[in-house]
């Protein structure tokens, strides 16, 4: 069985750079039970490591990015709007406008006809990237008719 994968705190990583300028790679590799390339990957990146202070582990704008940044842009402040304006935002009314903005945005040739269908998936990973949770208005948020207050 191979190897289980784990993550290794930014600090623990610059100890390791700290023990191959004093050593040898091959040496902090032994001692963090770590592969040599990491150790050299590590040297490459100290200054990273070090903005890093030990809050993370891994750098800032890793990952897959965005298919469509500008449409998921657009949605998002279409949704803001609508939290601005306390109005109801359903998870299909969000899909609903993303389609719309998309259509838009292939008219104006910003991007290519392709298959997006907005589906439940990217719908649930696009709130997740923008921090969004869909909830229901209430308390005094719900409604600014101040005519049932009395006056005294």
């Not at 109801?88 to 998309?102: E, F, G, N, P, T």
Request: proline content about 1%; overall charge positive; charged content about 40%.
């Amino acid at each position: 069985m191979g190897r289980v994968r784990s993550s290794i705190a930014a600090k623990v990583k610059l100890e390791a750079v700290a023990y191959s300028r004093a050593h040898s790679l091959a040496a902090a590799a032994r001692k963090f039970h770590v592969a040599e390339r990491n150790v050299r990957t590590w040297r490459k990146d100290e200054a990273a490591l070090k903005e890093l202070n030990g809050k993370r582990s891994r750098k800032t704008g890793g990952g897959r990015k965005t298919k469509f940044p500008e449409l998921e842009e657009r949605l998002y402040e279409f949704f803001k709007a609508q939290r601005e304006k306390k109005l109801r935002v359903s998870r299909v009314r969000m899909q609903k406008k993303a389609l719309a903005i998309y259509k838009d945005l292939v008219d104006d040739g910003k991007c290519q006809a392709d298959d997006f269908v907005a589906s439940e998936g990217w719908l649930i990973n696009f709130m997740a990237r923008k921090h969004i949770t869909l909830r229901r208005t209430n308390g005094e948020g719900e409604s600014s008719d101040e005519s049932g207050i009395d006056n005294e």
